[in-house]
């Protein structure tokens, strides 16, 4: 059974930082991309960046160049760096991974984490 368990949510100031992060635990042979969604109210759930077994990396235009996706493929963990936070950050954050068990590659996600950013 593999687990994706989320923290770092929290209440921030507009033009805050939060550090989000999702560790996998269970019989995980590898795992390849990591990614980390989100959902606001009223919308749809959306990628917001992803990071490659190799370490590459993609971001929604909507937050390239506050947010930063990083991992360590020795604790499969993957982080969420957030900075330059607005009230349309708000929102459910989920993160996701694609890790190779026994039976093959599959997708898991994280409980989720709501971050809201208001004054």
């Known amino acids: 059974q593999v687990q994706l368990v989320e923290s770092g949510g929290g209440l921030v100031q507009p033009g805050g930082s939060l550090r989000l992060s999702c560790a996998a635990s269970?019989?995980?042979?590898?795992?390849?991309?990591m990614a980390w969604n989100r959902q606001a109210p009223g919308k749809q759930r959306e990628l917001v960046a992803t990071?490659?077994?190799?370490?590459?990396?993609n971001y929604a235009d909507s937050v390239k160049g506050r947010f930063t996706i990083s991992r360590d493929n020795a604790k499969n963990t993957v982080w969420l760096q957030m900075n330059s936070l607005s009230p349309e950050d708000t929102a459910v954050y989920y993160c996701?991974?694609?890790?190779?068990?026994?039976?093959?590659?599959?997708?898991?996600w994280g409980q989720g984490t709501q971050v809201t950013v208001s004054s």
């Open positions: 996701n991974m694609a890790i190779l068990v026994g039976r093959g590659v599959e997708d898991y």
């Open positions: 269970g019989r995980i042979f590898s795992i390849y991309n």
């Open positions: 990071i490659t077994i190799g370490g590459r990396t």
